[in-house]
């Protein structure tokens, strides 16, 4: 296949070895969505990226393993009146080994708290050593906390374009509970109405109350016109902008904002599974409320502009 590519040109041969997610008698390419941006070297291609221990499937609003979703990164603030601690209220997601994409309204805090750290490797914010199982233990590393040195918020945020980045105050060292998700290109289609996405996050949960530990949900995409129609008293939705969910009970609340809308490639080919984020958890009428769906920000539509601030580490 690339010798055939070769004969086109060499920069097509160029975009299908950057393009490689795996092998059967001869290398296989991914395209669309899975194709990685071209442009720059700061996100890590795909030998890094999207990928978690093990084989798991999301069935439901439920905990996750301890090992899933290693991009989940917990936002910690502070009270700005006596810089003590305001707990954790957003979450975000690894693209780099510097560099957390989150939502916008999630660093343009209120007076009263502002945003002071990253945490990562995180599954139960409740214990200092994570561990699961019975008689043979599976414990996580310790979580690894670091400030921020660099807040940028998309420069035209209001309603719309609730996007932002964080930028380290120094490199992460990847384990196998820390990795980034992989980011899709700038010219991915929106995707189709009903299919399934994913969710994570130790948001609200169905009692009013903050999840200790991490919970997965899938949800379905919901139709631009008719998410228009049910969220049009809080701006509706345009290009920049998907909708998700409208089930009962499952939802994406509070405490989530800033975490990733992800989808999962590769399960039917000779390859690991890579985990792609589609989008950024924004904005919503109610949690979990049959017909209401979330909106979220789309991650394909701001590629450029997330490439245009990143900086060398």
Request: with cysteine; charged share 25%.
């Amino acid at each position: 296949m690339l010798d055939a590519i070769k004969t086109k040109s060499p920069e097509a041969a160029n975009f299908a070895r950057q393009s490689q997610c795996g092998h059967e008698e001869e290398p296989l390419v991914c395209c669309g969505s899975e194709a990685y941006p071209l442009r720059t070297n700061l996100l890590p291609n795909r030998t890094v990226c999207g990928e978690q221990k093990g084989d798991i499937r999301i069935k439901g609003g439920e905990k996750t393993e301890i090992f899933e979703h290693p991009w989940m990164t917990l936002l910690g603030y502070v009270y700005t009146k006596d810089g003590s601690d305001a707990g954790f209220k957003c979450g975000g997601s690894v693209i780099n080994n510097r560099y957390v994409l989150t939502a916008a309204h999630c660093v343009l805090t209120s007076s009263k708290i502002s945003l002071n750290k990253v945490r990562l490797g995180e599954w139960r914010i409740s214990t200092a050593e994570d561990c699961e199982g019975g008689l043979f233990l599976n414990c996580a590393y310790p979580v690894v906390d670091l400030k921020i040195e660099d807040k940028i918020v998309h420069p035209e945020f209001g309603r719309k374009n609730d996007i932002a980045l964080l930028r380290l105050e120094k490199n992460i060292e990847y384990t196998i509970y820390i990795q980034p998700i992989c980011l899709p290109v700038a010219e991915s289609p929106d995707p189709m109405a009903k299919s399934k996405m994913y969710v994570a996050g130790w948001g609200v949960t169905e009692n009013g109350t903050s999840s200790d530990v991490k919970l997965k949900l899938k949800v379905p995409i919901f139709e631009r016109n008719s998410c228009n129609e049910k969220l049009r008293s809080i701006g509706g939705v345009d290009l920049s902008e998907v909708c998700a969910g409208g089930e009962a009970g499952k939802d994406t609340c509070q405490g989530d904002s800033g975490g990733p809308l992800m989808r999962e490639f590769g399960e039917n080919l000779n390859a690991k599974p890579k985990w792609f984020q589609e989008g950024v958890v924004s904005r919503g009428l109610s949690c979990g409320t049959r017909g209401i769906p979330g909106i979220y920000t789309r991650v394909p539509y701001y590629m450029d502009w997330i490439i245009e601030n990143l900086k060398s580490f």
